[in-house]
Nanobody, 112 residues
Framework: QVQLVESGGGLVQAGGSLRLSCVAS????????MGWYRQTPGKERELVATIARGDRVNYGDSVKGRFTISRDNARNTVYLQMNSLNPEDTAVYYC??????WGQGTQVTVSS
């Protein structure tokens, strides 16, 4: 059974930073395409960042240069380092494996 458990969300002021973590079980992050998406009420889920099996990374246009996705294979964990946060980054952030398995989400709120 695949489980993805996100943590690290919270309330931060504009310009601040947060690091999200996604601990995986039942699946190896090193062998699979992993990613982060986000969603706000009334909007579709939006790509934030992905990291492919060969470590190729991809970012949504709105986060390029500010967010960094990485993984720790020994901990079977994927991270999302978020810097220079702004209120438009406020959303529920979801971790995904192969866009087939999804975590429960973690809320990020950026105050102005």
């Amino acid at each position: 059974q695949v489980q993805l458990v996100e943590s690290g969300g919270g309330l931060v002021q504009a310009g601040g930073s947060l690091r999200l973590s996604c601990v995986a079980s039942g699946i190896f992050v090193s062998f699979n395409d992993m990613g982060w998406y986000r969603q706000t009420p009334g909007k579709e889920r939006e790509l934030v960042a992905t990291i492919a099996r060969g470590d190729r990374v991809n970012y949504g246009d709105s986060v390029k240069g500010r967010f960094t996705i990485s993984r720790d294979n020994a901990r079977n964990t994927v991270y999302l380092q978020m810097n220079s946060l702004n209120p438009e980054d406020t959303a529920v952030y979801y971790c995904t494996a192969k866009q087939r398995y999804w975590g429960q989400g973690t809320q990020v709120t950026v105050s102005s």
